[in-house]
């Protein structure tokens, strides 16, 4: 079946604007979490969903980002007033009801670069 | 609050060479453990997972198993293939009912024929 989907694969953006960054996960996972990995380290966590709600919102840097998943589904992570240092590898992924044990399936990532 | 140290890389083999990549973690109570594994050009995809004491994980010839006692959860393989040229990431969950992921810095193997 079809696995966890990102779009876009590439963003390019200015200094100070905005970006929405789409997390499409596999069918029927009630679990969603977004990472960000910087060039030579390991995926750093920002958020994870529940369903509609976000349960853990500890990782997010700062208030300019924000995340969605409105009907439980696909979740868009947004932020505003983008600065270099968020340039990274955005990584979403998804699992069937986010247990300790439950095994979480990556998409490919969107690279965001902020010129 | 949980943390993990992996092996520095890069580790530099040559084919069927045996492998270890070291992974010690720090965590209150009992997290679950992986390894995730990023080919050139892919996504992550996990290797292989452990969710209790002395549970031993496998796939594709690799190993690891959980250790309690030494907080440990150290990946092997017997004979490596130039095919295994990736990063491997140590990430045990951060304990608390759900599954959010401690990823390590990466350890970058180079398998050479």
């Known amino acids: 079946g079809a696995g966890v989907s990102q779009t876009p694969s590439n963003k390019v953006t200015e200094k100070g604007k905005y970006v929405e960054l789409r997390c499409d996960p596999i069918s029927g996972h009630t679990a969603l979490y977004w990472y960000r990995q910087s060039l030579g380290q390991g995926p750093e966590f920002l958020i994870y969903f529940q369903g509609t709600g976000a349960a853990d919102d500890s990782g997010l840097p700062n208030d300019r980002f924000f995340a969605v998943r409105p009907e439980g589904s696909v979740s868009t992570l947004k932020i505003q007033r983008t600065e270099r240092g968020d340039s990274a590898v955005y990584l979403c992924?998804?699992?069937?009801?986010?247990?300790?044990?439950?095994?979480?399936?990556f998409g490919p990532g969107t690279r965001l670069t902020v010129l | 609050g949980n943390s993990v140290t992996q092996m520095e890389g890069p580790v530099t083999l040559s084919e069927e060479a045996f492998l270890t990549i070291n992974c010690t973690y720090t965590?209150?109570?009992?997290?679950?453990l992986f390894w995730y594994v990023q080919y050139p050009g892919e996504g992550l995809q996990l290797l292989l997972k452990a969710t209790k004491a002395d549970d031993k994980g496998s796939n594709k010839g690799f190993e690891a198993t959980y250790r309690k006692e030494t907080t440990s959860f150290h990946l092997e393989k017997g004979s490596v293939q130039v095919s295994d040229s990736a990063v491997y990431f140590c990430?045990?969950?951060?304990?608390?009912?759900?599954?959010?992921?401690?990823f390590g810095a990466g350890t970058r193997l180079a398998v050479h024929p």
């Open positions: 992924a998804s699992s069937l009801e986010g247990t300790e044990t439950d095994t979480q399936y």
């Open positions: 965590a209150t109570g009992y997290p679950s």
């Open positions: 990430a045990p969950t951060l304990s608390g009912g759900y599954n959010k992921l401690i």
